[in-house]
């Protein structure tokens, strides 16, 4: 479906990508430690039987720096630095074990970063090893990584896939080399080619690009020239991310900020792209995500099981996830809360046998009504809105949900929201009308990069 340019300029303005709700930056940071430790416990009890644990491990580290990314991350070409980090990698999981009543189940671990290829095969199956051997791994868990083509190897495949993984996500970004230039992200066609060939040798389920639209140099033409490569090696999934141009927070951004494409030609990449990947046969999952009819997301989206968290679109249930690492943020069902964002200080609180919790926020009731909404509308297209919950939204949100109407983005039908096939593409925006905290804290400066 072809979206008007007057839609798209009226609608592209900055908003969350509702991964949490609260977001980040409108934590109320009304949690201590004592808090948290009685809240994850509750939350092991509550939930950790039943659905096991997610666990999200960050891995900062990079050889060298890719200008686009808005990731926590540290540069570095020492190697040295790995031991260390995987020693307090371990000593917080030890520290979150302390805390449950019983051995844990895994429901699923995902490599994050940074590049966790930066850590040599031997780290770790050191690291994923000492974690595995004091729980139980759940029938259906998913363990997945993400890998940069240039230096995931067979042995990182190999490691991974003994140690149960058996889903990989490749930073593609673009093919074109005049764009990756740019972006300060050269990898041949030729190494994302020998690293997808490897991981359905060695029996991945699941392999995933990113790609990214918006990016400085990109035009239809080097478009199609990179969905042409995509579409030789036809990954599982394609997650079509919008770059979010935010300098001011990422000054690396600064390098190519006169070659980015404009507002309009920036929505043309983007139905461009989503039209090609319907053509090759992906469907839409959600907000960015597209995958083949048999993937396991495509079927979570029909029958109505699909859930997002901090890494996106999943599959599992799990409502208690740690997050292991630097930066890392954990979500109990009742709070949140966000590791220190500097390596060093992270790692000298954590092997002091401290917690190294900076940012978190404990849920009230009314969060918790207000997740459950937006999760809803984000993988469901469609949500239950109570009338005492109407009743919260200020003149300005209501306002905006009837100009949505009128637009054809959504419908209403007495205390049901759905979205519409042309709202699909505004989902964040129909989201914000649902976003009490960001409405009370409208005077505060608040960075989300625009929708579109």
Known sequence: MQIHAE???????????????????????????????????????????????????????????????????????????????????????????????????????????????????????????????????LPHSEFSFEGHPNNTSFAHLKTLADLGFDRVSYGIQDFDTKVQAAIHRIQPFEKVKKATDSARILGYSSINFDLIYGLPHQTLETLKYTFSKVEELRPDRIAFYSYAHLPSAFSAQKSFEEFLPSASEKSKLYEFGKKRLVKMGYEEVGMDHFALPSDPLTLAKQDGSLHRNFMGYTTLQSKLLIGLGASSISDVYYAYAQNEKRVEEYQSNVLNGNWTIRKGHQLTDLDIHMRAILLNLICKKQAEVPTEIWEELKNTQLQNLKDMESDGLISIDSNTIKVTEKGRRFIRNICSQFDLRLAENKAKKVLFSKTI
């Open 7 to 137: 839609l798209v300029k009226k609608y592209n303005s900055q908003a969350p990508r509702y991964t949490s709700y609260p977001t980040v930056p409108l934590w109320e940071n009304n949690l201590n430690e004592r808090d948290w430790e009685d809240l994850v416990q509750k939350a092991f009890q509550d939930f950790g039987d039943k659905e096991g644990i997610s666990i999200y491990i960050h891995l900062p580290f990079c050889e060298s720096l890719c200008t686009y990314c808005g990731c926590n991350k540290r540069i570095t070409k020492n190697y040295g630095v790995t031991a260390p980090y995987i020693q307090a990698l371990l000593a917080e999981w030890k520290k979150y074990t302390s805390l449950f009543t019983g051995k844990p189940k895994i429901a699923g671990i995902h490599l994050g970063g940074g590049t966790p290829t930066f850590f040599d095969p031997s780290d770790l199956e050191i690291l994923l090893s000492s974690i595995l051997s004091g729980a139980d791994v």
